[in-house]
Nanobody, 121 residues
Framework: QVQLVESGGGLVQPGGSVRLSCVAS????????MSWYRQAPGKERELVAH????????DYADSMRGRFTISRDNAKNTVSLQMNSLKLEDTAVYYC??????????????WGQGTQVTVSS
């Protein structure tokens, strides 16, 4: 059974930092591109960060670039999101996502259950 289990969320003050982790199982993590998404109340889910299977390339949403860092450890089947300089608008449920595309065809699209990050003073 495929599982993506996020952890590390919680309450943090504005300007603070949080590190999220996602542990994957049930599929070949090392060949899967990974992403973090988030969804705030009343808003659509948005891409936060993306990392290729090897970790050689990353992408970020504009509002997160420079503050957030995505990384992965294929030996541990984990992907992490380091979040610094947090703002109130970063409050959301953060989701771990695994995708694999072959020949332009989506092979799978797996999601974790999410972890809540609340930025508040």
């Amino acid at each position: 059974q495929v599982q993506l289990v996020e952890s590390g969320g919680g309450l943090v003050q504005p300007g603070g930092s949080v590190r999220l982790s996602c542990v994957a199982s049930g599929f070949t993590f090392s060949i899967s591109a990974m992403s973090w998404y988030r969804q705030a109340p009343g808003k659509e889910r948005e891409l936060v960060a993306h990392i290729t299977s090897t970790g050689d390339s990353t992408d970020y949403a504009d509002s997160m670039r420079g503050r957030f860092t995505i990384s992965r450890d294929n030996a541990k089947n984990t992907v992490s999101l380091q979040m610094n300089s947090l703002k109130l608008e970063d409050t959301a449920v953060y989701y771990c996502n695994a995708k694999r595309k072959r020949w332009g065809i989506l092979q799978y699209d797996y999601w974790g259950q999410g972890t809540q990050v609340t930025v508040s003073s």
